[in-house]
């Protein structure tokens, strides 16, 4: 994993080129340094890739040492000095916005910077502009003088000091005398309140006569209110047969890749956007992906793997991406490649790596696990082998854990499995879960907190499309069934926007059609509600959702 030396790209108050990123650390170049080939690193992010591998640069691999490092152009140096960024102690109240060139100078000298009191045995930390008035006002461990006696303590004791003491004492006695005063003129008083209680109860007897009568009025008030009552329950049920109000509308873009239909794999990409609940055409992919996988990774969006000719053993090896904040879209080969040609796989991003799990590869299912570094050098590591090979399966994270959901062990539906398997990608650990209800591939997968939702598919039975929705409970470890979908759905793609699941496309076994349909299911109402269809019918497609416009 990279270290992180240089500015975070948080601290900067416009988002600052790709180009004056350090590509060790990934964050702004700090102190930078250059190889003869002009690779710009951070300074000490270099001289620790140095310490630790080879001594050669991780961008072009040329022979590389701390003697050879040299200095940037003045022209870089210059404008990274001038970038506005907020104070190392932003996060403790300070406001100050400056040049980087001028951090050296504010940050000693910051009314923000953490101190330690210097009371002895106090240890707390305060911002250097709160720490005067605690030493000398509020630390319970300042000294104090006693004024009688002139001894000096901490003033943690000074409440329990002989002279204070006996201060208390003093004033307990003076107390108790205006106490016994007190108690004199409340026993007066409770005379008084006898007296005036007598009169209220002889007030009380002209109350109940009065009762009596409120009493006779109020049966009549009853019989008055079961009819009401019986009006208002005719009415409740009147309301009930009224149409309820559908769900608002998705308050985030969901992006459908790639896929197949009809006419072959596709590389088509478009996007439902909030508000106006319409489909956009975005720009295609490089290549054409059906049974792809793809993941969200900060702003970027990294498509992997799939098929490009219609047979299971035309698939591809690459990486794509789009990065949604880069106009125009555009996407972009990623710079390393998976370790196998395949398609019927998932992935998942832990910890800056992509783990790749199961797939189909060159007419055989694949039981292994990769992790992908997504930084520099993109090292690539086969993590383990699951106890069976698997694909066209679904796939979530929790932590440092991830979970396979069914899928089938060959390309054949009739090989479909219930199987639910957690690995722990710190401590390999392998573990069998609580199985699925019943054999099922082809599936989609979104996590909803601690559970994941498990749509569509195929089951190994004759019955072989399905639109039953399940909810696994990775913590309780066990399922329940959820309300169907409308439609019957083997291989759609799914993502989820809030408390909104939205499900795209797919294949109807029973219609013998590629699917252009979309419904979305509302976890608070728990009900499902049809939403514009798509521009293109599209099975084997994957999905990813933003939280932002682009």
Not at 66 to 91: F, W
Not at 410 to 422: E, I, P, T
Request: hydrophobic share 35%; with cysteine.
């Amino acid at each position: 994993m990279a270290c992180c030396s240089g500015y975070s790209t948080n601290r900067f108050k416009i988002t600052v080129d790709s180009n004056f990123l350090c590509p060790i650390c990934a964050e702004v170049l700090k102190d930078p340094v250059q190889c003869q080939n002009q690779h710009y690193f951070c300074k000490n992010c270099i001289k620790k890739h140095l310490e630790k591998n080879a001594k050669s640069c991780p961008i072009c691999v040329q022979d590389l040492s701390e003697e050879t490092l040299a200095q940037p152009p003045r022209i870089l140096t210059d404008y990274l000095n001038g970038l506005m960024i907020s104070c190392d102690h932003s996060e403790r109240g300070c406001t100050e916005v400056l040049p980087v060139s001028g951090l050296q100078a504010h940050v000693p000298e910051c009314n923000y910077r953490p101190i330690v009191c210097t009371n002895e045995k106090c240890g707390q930390t305060f911002n250097q502009e709160d720490l005067t008035e605690h030493v000398i006002s509020a630390c319970e461990y300042r000294l104090v003088h006693c004024p009688d006696c002139e001894d000096e303590m901490i003033y943690k004791k000074f409440s329990k000091h002989a002279c204070v003491l006996s201060k208390d004492l003093n004033k307990l006695g003076l107390e108790w005398s205006e106490i016994k005063n007190v108690l004199g003129e409340i026993c007066n008083s409770q005379k008084e309140m006898c007296n005036s209680q007598k009169e209220i109860c002889d007030s009380q007897k002209e109350m109940y006569c009065s009762q009596k009568e409120m009493y006779n009025s109020q049966k009549e008030m009853d019989h008055s209110q079961k009819e009401i009552l019986k009006s208002v329950q005719s009415l409740a049920h009147d309301k009930q047969n009224i149409p309820q109000a559908p769900p608002p509308n998705v308050i985030a873009t969901v992006m459908v890749i790639g896929g197949k239909n009809a006419e072959g794999n596709l590389c088509s990409v478009e996007a439902l956007y909030p508000g106006s609940q319409t489909w956009k055409v975005l720009q295609s992919m490089q290549e054409s992906r059906g049974s792809a996988a793809s993941v969200m990774y900060g702003n970027d969006v990294i498509v992997s793997g799939g098929r490009s000719e219609p047979s299971l053993l035309g698939c591809s090896d690459t990486i794509e991406k789009l990065s949604l904040v880069c106009k125009p879209l555009r996407w972009i080969p990623f710079p390393v490649k998976l370790p196998l040609k395949i398609c019927g796989h998932k992935v998942v991003v832990i910890n800056n790596c992509l783990y790749l799990v199961g797939g189909f590869n060159e007419g055989n299912s694949c039981g292994a696990i990769y992790s992908i570094l997504l930084l520099p050098p993109y090292t690539i590591e086969l993590k383990c082998q699951m106890t069976q090979p698997i694909c066209f399966h679904g796939l979530q994270a929790f932590e440092e854990s991830v979970f396979v959901f069914g899928g089938s062990t060959s390309s054949s539906m009739q090989n479909a499995v219930n199987s639910v398997l957690s690995y722990n990608t710190v401590s390999d650990e392998k573990k069998e879960m609580q199985p699925l209800p019943f054999a099922n591939c082809d599936v989609a997968t979104v996590r909803w907190n601690d559970n994941v939702i498990i749509i569509g598919g195929t089951t190994n039975t004759s019955v072989s499309l399905i639109n039953t929705v399940i909810l696994y409970s990775v913590k309780e470890n066990k399922h329940k069934m959820l309300p169907s979908m409308k439609h019957a759905r083997s291989s759609c793609g799914a993502t989820i926007a809030g408390n909104k699941v939205i499900v795209m496309g797919g294949y109807d076994w029973f219609e013998k059609k590629y699917l252009d349909s979309v419904e979305c299911f509302d976890l608070d109402r728990q009900v499902w509600q049809e939403l514009p269809v798509m521009n293109e019918a599209r099975s084997e497609a994957t999905a990813v959702v933003y939280a932002g416009l682009f």
